[in-house]
């Protein structure tokens, strides 16, 4: 690693692998990740990747994604992300990610909750794997990027709000000091900070409470989406995702009688309230999703992972089905930023689940996050070429006595961002 870079990226997710290989060749890029390169949330994703179907299709999803988010979303941003869905798409399958096809040899499309009709590209149940893990590849290929694994940002350097680059340790406490002119924010969401999320347990939202020391702005971040599906257990960690698009599918939701009880197809956040509602209800820990209406042709063809993941914890979803249960999963507000994914810091960029440009509103509609990484770290690497410079960043060498806890650091992140979120919900009430 070295001193000085062009641009800096924080996070190897989706949203910061394609930033990095928006920019041209003649930029030195330097991307830092907590752990290995291939654990972020990215490679999570299940259900599939939204795309817009013709013009005859502008204004269903254009309508989706609002209702979805109860209007709150910004139209200017919903329009961006709907336009450039296309040409996204044709790049990702220029980049040789490989989505599911007809027998002509046409994309298919699945339907997942809240969407109006089919418009979600898939690859099994695995879709974030694949685009994620082909960005990752061509990146570990590109001379001008390198990625530094188990290095995780502490601090920004910055002054007068202009940004000068990161504070980052690596896995023996060591604390390097790196300037670029431009730092991408690319860290992801928040769920590392709950006890029942599917997102990676190191994913606690640490630029939130970075970009907070510094007094760069944020937006909604009290909007965080529980989804209504996740496969319960009493083991800790991370909760196993039952994809939505499961349900689009024509799965059920039983409670503990085998009754239905609600539209399975309702928005995430109403959803998550009924079944809520229904454990509470019968006094019970989860309800039961039923998979058999499915058939075991579609089961194995589509969720092959969702089966193989089912059966290790004891359950055959052709046979029988599966209790499950709401937990977080992700997160609409974040980093406050424009539509070129600026922050209210001058040289520095959010994108990804990090950042909030308003295109969720207030609860995201299914499968909208892997575009919209990709649509706004697009963006961002455009506003760094094209977009105006920002002033040279004066700030001096950094007291590195500020970094000897990390601990006790990283967790006053934690407490500042938890403390903030509670004070944004009364806010909005
Ligand atoms: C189980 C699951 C299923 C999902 N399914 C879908 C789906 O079907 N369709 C869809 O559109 N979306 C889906 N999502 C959401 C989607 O995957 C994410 O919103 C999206 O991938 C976020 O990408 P990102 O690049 O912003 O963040 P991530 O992919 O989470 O990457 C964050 C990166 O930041 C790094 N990082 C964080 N903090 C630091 C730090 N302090 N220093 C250094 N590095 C740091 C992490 O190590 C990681 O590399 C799903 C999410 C989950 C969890």
Sequence with gaps: MKEYYDVIIVGTGAAGLYCALNLPERKNILMITKKEADQSDSFLAQGGICMLRGEDDYEDYFEDTMRAGHYENNKKAVDLMLRSSNSIIRDLLMREVDFERNEKGDLEFTREGAHSQPRILFHKDITGKEITSKLLAQAQTRENIEIVEYMTMVDLISADNICGGVVAMDEQDEIYEIRAPYVVLACGGLGGLYKNSTNFPHITGDALGI??????????????????????????????????????????????????????????????????????????????????????????KHFPNIFSRCLEEGFDVRKEPIPVVPAQHYFMGGIKVNL????????????????????????RLASNSLLESLVFARRA??????????????????????????????????TVILNEIERMKKSHE
């Design 211 to 300: 970009a907070m020391k510094h007094g760069v702005m944020l937006e909604n971040i009290d909007y965080i989406q529980i989804h209504p599906t996740t496969l319960y257990s009493q083991k800790p960690g991370r909760r196993f995702l039952i994809s939505e698009s499961v349900r689009g599918e024509g799965a059920y939701l039983y409670d503990k009688n085998g009754q239905r009880f609600t539209n399975e197809l309702q928005p995430r956040d109403l959803l998550s309230q009924a079944i809520f509602s229904q454990m509470e209800k019968q006094d019970t820990e989860f309800v039961w999703e039923d998979m058999r209406p499915l058939g075991e042709t579609a089961i194995m």
């Design 340 to 363: 070129g994914s600026r922050t209210s810091m001058q040289g520095l960029y959010a994108c990804g689940e990090t950042s909030c440009n308003g295109v969720h509103g207030k609860n």
């Design 381 to 414: 690497a455009d506003d760094i070429l094209f977009g105006k410079k920002p002033e040279p960043c004066r700030a001096g060498a950094v007291d590195r006595k500020a970094y000897e806890d990390r601990e006790n650091l990283m967790a006053g992140y934690r």
